[in-house]
């Protein structure tokens, strides 16, 4: 059974006479890391926005793990997905030390399983030892390892993260490109990310390509390179 079932999903801002989203079709398996890949404009972003529920759609239906979060009679807000999100530039709190920053979205469990599973992901990423420093003492690869530590840590049904290595040196995005796939895979997570670059794919079980509001192409990585549909695809994988 699919874990992430997105069924005949159209989105368009208000007031817009044109989809920003047009009959969108994908499935994802439990533990699995999908790529969301297109060129800028191509609605990946608001695709990610929509999985979060900070976007209501026109029509579609969502299911993760057999739980509806979309269709005609149902929405689930974004406070009741149970979704961890690593926004693009991480989003952490600046007047908060690492310890605080994860412990911000734990505030439903007693003090002590808190700090538990704190330490637990802060162990999980590598970064247990920088527990009391605060962002500005961060690289911009650990302050990514906390957002993303914050984002597991209270156990989410999927980890969505937008464009999570643009902001990346370019010689530190392989090396942290394989920590989060690592990362992903000992927690089992399930998870979703857009980016616009070809290399991002090497982390991805699955990707999904978008042209202009529509899927193109679904595929393994391997399968898509083997066998691209269209121009558009070649022009986005470099071939």
Not at 62 to 85: A, Q, S, T
Not at 103 to 119: C, D, I, P, Q, V
Request: aromatic fraction near 8%.
């Amino acid at each position: 059974m699919n874990y992430i079932d997105l069924k005949n999903l159209f989105f368009k801002y208000r007031n817009s006479v044109e989809d920003i989203l047009k009959n969108i079709n994908f499935t994802a398996n439990k533990g699995e890391i999908t790529a969301i890949i297109g060129e800028s404009g191509s609605g990946k972003s608001t695709l990610l926005r929509i999985l979060a529920g900070l976007e209501i759609p026109q029509a579609g239906e969502l299911k993760v793990n057999n739980k509806i979060f979309i269709d005609d009679e149902n929405f689930i807000p974004v406070e009741k997905r149970g979704i961890g999100m690593v926004f693009q530039d991480y989003a952490l709190f600046p007047h908060l030390s690492v310890e605080k920053n994860v412990l911000f979205g734990l505030n439903k469990l007693e003090k002590k399983s808190a700090e538990k599973r704190t330490h637990e992901v802060l162990d999980l990423v590598s970064m247990k030892e920088f527990i009391k420093r605060y962002p500005h003492e961060l690289s911009g690869g650990q302050q990514q390892r906390i957002a993303l530590a914050r984002a597991l840590a209270p156990n989410p049904e999927i980890i969505l993260l937008d464009e999570p290595f643009s902001n990346l040196d370019a010689n530190l995005q392989g090396k942290i490109r394989n920590e989060l796939k690592a990362i992903l895979k000992t927690s089992g997570e399930t998870a979703i990310f857009v980016s616009h670059d070809k290399d991002d794919l090497e982390i991805a079980d699955r990707v999904v390509i978008l042209d202009r509001g529509e899927v193109i192409q679904t595929g393994t990585p391997a399968e898509i390179f083997r066998n691209p549909k269209n121009e558009y695809v070649r022009h986005i994988l470099g071939i």
